[in-house]
Structure formats: C-alpha cells, structure tokens
C-alpha cells in the first residue's frame, strides 16, 4: 500500500527557511515513481511547488519557488525533502507531498498525503 506523510511544517518569520520531509512506503523511486510537492493556501486552488523523478531530475512548478525552493530524495530512507528558504509571507500554505507512478514529473499524481502546515510571518 502506496503512503506519504509531510511533516515539517511550522511557523517562520520571513526570510527564514524550512525543511519539509516526505516519508513515504509502499513504493521507492527506483520502482519509477515521482513525487512532488504541491501547497494550498485558504481559499485558493491546490498548486504544485516541485517535483523530482525516478531518476532524479526535479522540476519546479512555480517561477516563485525558482531559486528559494529545492527537493531532493534520500532513497535509503525513503523520503523526499523540500528545503524552502528565503520564505514569503505569501507561501504560507498546507504543503502536501503526492507520488506518481510516471517516468517523468506531472501535476497529476494518484497518491496523495496527509499536509503540514506552514506559516511565514512578516
């Protein structure tokens, strides 16, 4: 059975940064599956943050991310990370981790987790 659950998550004033952890079970990369991050913030539409593929390449999804924003996997402890620096008050969101069993990274992913909250104070 295909699991994820963030943690992570907190409160950070801005300008400060965070690391998020995807633990996952069920599955590995190198079975070829992709995971990415997405976030939602109150009242807006779930979006996806990044993504990295089974063989390790990442994709970033949002421009605002671009340079603030890494993922990264440690396949011996089956988790993915997001290392979130220079945070905004305007990330603040439910970040949430989601694998796909796809080559390649895509917005579309059937496996989602349970969020961690983050919180960026100005």
């Known amino acids: 059975e295909v699991q994820l659950q963030a943690s992570g998550g907190g409160l950070v004033q801005a300008g400060g940064s965070l690391r998020l952890s995807c633990q996952y079970s069920?599955?590995?990369?190198?079975?070829?599956?992709?995971v990415g991050w997405f976030r939602q913030a109150p009242g807006k539409e779930r979006e996806g943050v990044t993504c990295?593929?089974?063989?390790?390449?990442?994709?970033a999804y949002l421009d605002s991310v671009k340079g603030r924003f890494t993922i990264s996997s440690d396949n011996a402890k089956n988790e993915v990370y997001l290392q979130m620096n220079n945070l905004k008050p305007e990330d603040s969101a439910v970040y949430y981790c989601?694998?796909?069993?796809?080559?390649?990274?895509?917005?579309?992913?059937?496996?989602w987790g349970a969020g961690t909250q983050v919180t960026v104070s100005s």
């Open positions: 989601a694998a796909v069993k796809r080559l390649i990274c895509t917005a579309s992913m059937n496996y």
């Open positions: 069920g599955f590995t990369l190198d079975d070829g599956y992709a």
């Open positions: 990295i593929s089974p063989k390790k390449q990442s994709t």
